[in-house]
């Protein structure tokens, strides 16, 4: 099993201590010093939740620049809003900064407001997505791409500078549909996803599909699962549910919609909407109870060791960790030392 540190930014409008990049930045060291796989940004527009990521190259190649090993990866590049060439140009840059670490996973996006920067795009952003990342991998490996040029004519482009890895690293970012993780798989592709809207058994069928077809479309290759999974680890359980309940609430309501979807307590036809706010705070409640025990990774280094060897059984290969949902910069950087403990004891367990 492999960690990595995954950021959203829980308030973009306001400023921590240490900057709006501080605790991306001193993580990514942290990262890079002690083994962790990968460090992941977002691409998030308009909305104060998330908003500090508008670009995950500017802020993978910031990432880049202050590390050494660790990966540098989008998480994840909304692929209709964008020409593919600039992504490959981008990205390239990411690759040469950090000398061939970079990787990149796609998503199709599904917030209309998102998509005021290229709205022609938003009813086939599905099927833009896959051409996209087919684009971009050709780019990538210094093929040309056909465009028509500013007066109407026939041209074909290549992009600059050359990467420096031969192969760019793909995964497709997932919500949870199985349509969505069997694509994954017929695109060759690594898979994203999250535990908002789906449980653990749904997701280990779904893996068990995105494996089919990986392999199916690979002649027999597993592929690569990443869990984004919100994250503390500290020395006492009871501290850390204390410590998360009010920004993990904060994130659940305003993710409400997608997390019904997996409450057995609301019936699938309910009008969510029509909740009084009383009734909306006891769900809430029930939901964050349900994901500080089996959501997230939440507790002493023993219970976190505990769920990793829940998510190796169903096949995930890599927990990309959420750390900044709303907590204190200076516990975010203090958890980072237990998740370090986290991975070791969980590289020791696999090795006996």
Same mark, same amino acid.
């Given at each position: 099993?492999?960690?990595?540190?995954?950021?959203?930014?829980?308030?973009?409008?306001?400023?921590?201590?240490?900057?709006?990049?501080?605790?991306?930045?001193?993580?990514?060291?942290?990262?890079?010093?002690?083994?962790?796989?990968?460090?992941?940004?977002?691409?998030?527009?308009?909305? !104060?939740?998330?908003?500090?990521?508008?670009? +995950?190259? /500017?802020? @993978?190649?910031?990432?880049?620049? #202050? =590390?050494?090993?660790?990966?540098?990866?989008?998480?994840?590049?909304?692929?209709?809003?964008?020409?593919?060439?600039?992504?490959?140009?981008?990205?390239?840059?990411?690759?040469?900064?950090?000398?061939?670490?970079?990787?990149?996973?796609?998503?199709?996006?599904?917030?209309?407001?998102?998509?005021?920067?290229?709205?022609?795009?938003?009813?086939?952003?599905?099927?833009?997505?896959?051409?996209?990342?087919?684009?971009?991998?050709?780019?990538?490996?210094?093929?040309?791409?056909?465009?028509?040029?500013?007066?109407?004519? !026939?041209?074909?482009?290549?992009?600059?500078? +050359?990467? /420096?890895? @031969?192969?760019?690293?793909?995964? #497709? =970012?997932?919500?949870?549909?199985?349509?969505?993780?069997?694509?994954?798989?017929?695109?060759?592709?690594?898979?994203?996803?999250?535990?908002?809207?789906?449980?653990?058994?749904?997701?280990?069928?779904?893996?068990?599909?995105?494996?089919?077809?990986?392999?199916?479309?690979?002649?027999?290759?597993?592929?690569?699962?990443?869990?984004?999974?919100?994250?503390?680890?500290?020395?006492?359980?009871?501290?850390?549910?204390?410590?998360?309940?009010?920004?993990?609430?904060?994130?659940?309501?305003?993710?409400?919609?997608?997390?019904?979807?997996?409450?057995?307590?609301?019936?699938?036809?309910?009008?969510?909407?029509?909740?009084?706010?009383?009734?909306?705070?006891?769900?809430?409640?029930?939901?964050?109870?349900?994901?500080?025990?089996?959501?997230?990774?939440?507790?002493?280094?023993?219970?976190?060791?505990?769920?990793?060897?829940?998510?190796?059984?169903?096949?995930?290969?890599?927990?990309?960790?959420?750390?900044?949902?709303?907590?204190?910069?200076?516990?975010?950087?203090?958890?980072?030392?237990?998740?370090?403990?986290?991975?070791?004891?969980?590289?020791?367990?696999?090795?006996?």
């Amino acid at each position: 099993m492999d960690f990595s540190l995954f950021y959203f930014a829980n308030d973009s409008s306001e400023e921590s201590a240490s900057g709006r990049y501080g605790v991306l930045l001193a993580g990514a060291r942290f990262a890079d010093r002690h083994g962790f796989a990968a460090v992941w940004t977002p691409e998030r527009h308009f909305h !104060p939740f998330g908003g500090t990521y508008p670009n +995950p190259a /500017v802020t @993978g190649a910031a990432v880049a620049a #202050v =590390t050494e090993r660790v990966a540098v990866r989008a998480g994840s590049v909304v692929a209709p809003l964008h020409h593919p060439a600039r992504i490959a140009e981008e990205w390239s840059v990411v690759d040469n900064i950090s000398g061939g670490r970079a990787g990149v996973s796609f998503a199709s996006g599904w917030h209309p407001v998102d998509f005021s920067l290229r709205p022609e795009a938003f009813e086939k952003r599905k099927s833009v997505m896959a051409e996209t990342i087919e684009q971009v991998r050709a780019l990538w490996r210094g093929e040309p791409l056909s465009v028509t040029d500013g007066v109407g004519r !026939p041209a074909e482009i290549r992009t600059f500078p +050359p990467p /420096v890895r @031969g192969e760019l690293p793909v995964w #497709v =970012t997932s919500a949870g549909g199985v349509e969505t993780f069997r694509a994954a798989g017929e695109l060759r592709a690594g898979l994203l996803t999250h535990l908002l809207g789906q449980d653990l058994d749904e997701l280990a069928g779904k893996i068990t599909e995105y494996r089919a077809s990986h392999a199916a479309a690979t002649e027999g290759e597993r592929g690569h699962v990443v869990l984004m999974l919100h994250t503390l680890v500290g020395e006492d359980r009871e501290r850390v549910r204390d410590a998360v309940r009010e920004p993990m609430t904060a994130y659940l309501r305003s993710s409400f919609h997608l997390i019904a979807k997996s409450m057995p307590d609301i019936p699938a036809d309910f009008d969510i909407d029509s909740l009084d706010p009383e009734d909306l705070d006891f769900l809430l409640e029930r939901a964050f109870d349900r994901y500080f025990e089996t959501g997230g990774l939440f507790g002493t280094v023993e219970d976190a060791a505990r769920m990793v060897d829940r998510l190796r059984d169903i096949g995930v290969d890599e927990v990309a960790c959420l750390v900044d949902f709303g907590l204190p910069d200076q516990q975010i950087l203090d958890g980072l030392h237990h998740l370090a403990r986290l991975r070791e004891t969980v590289r020791q367990g696999a090795a006996r």
